[in-house]
């Protein structure tokens, strides 16, 4: 069965500071990769996804995803956070063999002003 | 406009209560999926469905009952043999196309009198 891991639970930072989010699966099949986003309070948004060719993704507001297969991870990064970024945010890996998505357990970033 | 209406907003449940969450798509999408949110462990599949009256066990099936008698509804039903059913609820569909990603309702938050 496919997982996805989240190492960082809580990560606290300070506006404009860079960052970087870790993403590992373990499936060996052919992946589509997403990062989700939930504000408080209200849905998941889809933040940008992975399914082939370049392997940096750019998504909605800032955000930016690198594929690295050698290393199975999806890690989303943002140059210079916002306090309007505080979130949490999940990894999600969708196996069409499967046709399930399985999300990583989600890390809460919290931006201080 | 086409999404996932997950009703009600808010659910409570006495112990050794069924109830049923609703989760209704106008999106015309065949896949339907289920999932339940803790803090912590993220979303972790409940039950999902790819067509019209079938569908699988997810990775915590224990305890939840699903029916797909109709393509736009898949209602989940809570049993009193699911010990800690206190969780947010998300329903979620998604189209043929891979590329696609999946859609999301606004979830249930079910609590325990």
């Known amino acids: 069965a496919q997982s996805v891991s989240q190492h960082n639970h809580h990560v606290i930072l300070s506006e404009a500071a860079s960052l970087e989010l870790g993403c590992n699966y373990s499936?060996?099949?052919?992946?589509?990769l997403f990062w989700y986003v939930q504000y408080p309070g209200q849905h998941l948004q889809l933040l940008l996804k992975?399914?082939?060719?370049?392997?940096l993704v750019k998504g909605i507001k800032g955000f930016e995803a690198e594929f690295i297969k050698s290393k199975f991870s999806f890690n989303l990064r943002k140059p210079s956070v916002q306090w309007s970024d505080t979130a949490e945010y999940f990894c999600?890996?969708?196996?069409?063999?499967?046709?399930?998505?399985?999300f990583g357990s989600g890390t809460q970033l919290t931006v201080l002003p | 406009d086409g999404g996932i209406t997950q009703s009600p907003k808010y659910l409570f449940r006495k112990e050794g209560q069924n109830v049923t969450l609703s989760c209704e798509q106008n999106?015309?999408?065949?896949?339907m999926y289920w999932y339940r949110q803790d803090p912590g462990q993220g979303l972790r599949l409940i039950y999902y469905?790819?067509?019209?009256?079938?569908?699988q066990k997810g990775d915590i099936a224990e305890g939840y009952s699903v029916s797909r008698e109709k393509k736009e509804s898949f209602p989940l039903t809570v049993t009193s043999a699911q010990k800690n059913p206190t969780a947010f609820y998300l329903c979620?569909?998604?189209?043929?196309?891979?590329?696609?990603?999946?859609?999301f309702g606004d979830g249930t938050r079910l609590s325990i009198l």
């Open positions: 992975y399914f082939s060719g370049d392997p």
């Open positions: 469905s790819q067509i019209v009256n079938d569908f």
């Open positions: 979620a569909s998604k189209g043929p196309d891979l590329s696609q990603p999946q859609h």
């Open positions: 499936y060996g099949g052919t992946v589509n």
């Open positions: 999600a890996v969708y196996s069409g063999s499967a046709r399930q998505l399985t």
């Open positions: 999106l015309n999408h065949d896949a």
